[in-house]
Nanobody, 121 residues
Framework: QVQLVESGGGLVQTGESLRLSCAAS????????MGWYRQAPGKQRELVAT???????NYVDSVKGRFTISRDNAKNTVVLQMNSLKPEDTAVYYC???????????????WGQGTQVTVSS
């Protein structure tokens, strides 16, 4: 089992920055992907940014050039640096992790509790 704890959310003004961090703990053997999703009121949860163990990244178009995802493998921590924040970035941000049970075949999926990011104009 894996536990994910997010931190770094808060209230900022348009154009400011936040840095979200997610620390994973528990019986971690082989992490495949860590990343962030977000959900705004009345909206579906969407992928924000992910980073896979092979180094590949994936960003939703609306954050490209503004957000950067990185991972400290030794600490099992993923960080989302969010710059030039906009009101439309306001959402609850959820940390995500999946790890291999059987490499290349079976994965477990884990979610953090969420952290609120609010961007005022």
């Amino acid at each position: 089992q894996v536990q994910l704890v997010e931190s770094g959310g808060g209230l900022v003004q348009t154009g400011e920055s936040l840095r979200l961090s997610c620390a994973a703990s528990g019986s971690i053997v082989s992490i495949n992907t860590m990343g962030w999703y977000r959900q705004a009121p009345g909206k579906q949860r969407e992928l924000v940014a992910t980073l896979t163990s092979d180094g590949s990244t994936n960003y939703v178009d609306s954050v490209k050039g503004r957000f950067t995802i990185s991972r400290d493998n030794a600490k099992n921590t993923v960080v989302l640096q969010m710059n030039s924040l906009k009101p439309e970035d306001t959402a609850v941000y959820y940390c995500y992790l999946d790890d291999w049970i059987v490499p290349g075949a079976l994965k477990n999926h884990y979610w953090g509790q969420g952290t609120q990011v609010t961007v005022s104009s």
